[in-house]
């Protein structure tokens, strides 16, 4: 069997596994499989298992990967996970159905503006991603902030907010920094829970993740 397949099938078993596992927190729990720095190809075989689901960093990258994959399957959610520059709005939200990187004022008013200037009615949703750890070097809103800036984005802006995702600090105890994040979901009343990635979904579900983001174990290693 090809080997994305079965890493693919194995990482789905391992999901339900936790799932079940951790049933008191987790209901529901979608797999986005990230494929940056994946070929066409390798993606394709994935959306021939039946997988609609899928996760690219750049605008840029998934520009030149996805339109012609999403042509002939029109199930599929391709979900934003890296940082959003202001002048490739439109680019994103033609190619992208979930941003996961709504992460700052100035890029929110500018999405807002956007709609508003096309006047189209948006399928689009928004995860507000929140600077868990507090770190200096990372993007996402303060987490002190967070439930303030979800409200301002829902009331004021109009936007489809419906989940907040982080990238925990590399060296400490995810743990920490999953349920603090499914605390803040709580906290503004939001569906979903973006967290947990090939080292640790496990730990991100039994705290209550509803969307994993996996590459690695699925797609293998980036160079
Ligand atoms: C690359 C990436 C992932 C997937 O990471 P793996 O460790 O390869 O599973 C998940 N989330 C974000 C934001 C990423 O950039």
Same mark, same amino acid.
């Not at 002048?87 to 939200?93: F, G, Q, S, T």
């Given at each position: 069997m090809n080997k994305i397949v079965n890493n693919y099938?194995? %990482?789905i078993r391992q999901i339900e596994f936790y799932k079940n596992k951790f049933s008191k927190t987790s209901k529901e729990v979608n !797999? %986005?499989?990230?494929?940056k720095n994946f070929p066409?190809?390798?993606i394709q075989i994935l %959306?021939?298992?039946?997988? =609609? %689901?899928?996760?690219?960093n750049k605008v840029q990258e998934a520009t030149s990967k996805w339109p012609q994959l999403k042509l002939n399957s029109r199930e599929i959610k391709l979900h934003l996970l890296g940082p959003l520059?202001?002048?490739?709005?439109?680019?994103? !939200?033609k190619i992208f159905d979930v941003i996961e990187t709504l992460d700052r004022e100035k890029l929110a008013k500018k999405i807002k503006k956007y709609f508003d200037a096309e006047k189209e009615t948006s399928k689009h949703k928004f995860f507000v991603q929140v600077n868990i750890g507090n770190e200096d070097q990372k993007s996402g809103v303060e987490v002190n902030y967070t439930k303030e800036f979800v409200k301002w984005c829902i009331n004021d802006l109009n936007l489809n907010v419906n989940g907040l995702m982080c990238i925990p600090p590399i060296y400490g105890k995810a743990e920490v920094?999953?349920?603090e994040l499914?605390? !803040?979901c709580n906290d503004s009343n939001l569906e979903h829970a973006s967290m947990g990635m090939t080292g640790d979904y496990g730990e991100a579900i039994r705290c209550g993740a =509803?969307?994993?983001r996996i590459g690695t174990g699925i797609f293998g290693g980036r160079d």
């Open positions: 099938r194995e %990482i !797999l %986005i499989a990230v494929s066409k190809q390798d %959306i021939d298992e039946g997988h =609609t %689901i899928f996760g690219e520059q202001t002048n490739k709005i439109k680019p994103a !939200l920094y999953f349920k499914k605390r !803040l =509803t969307f994993v």
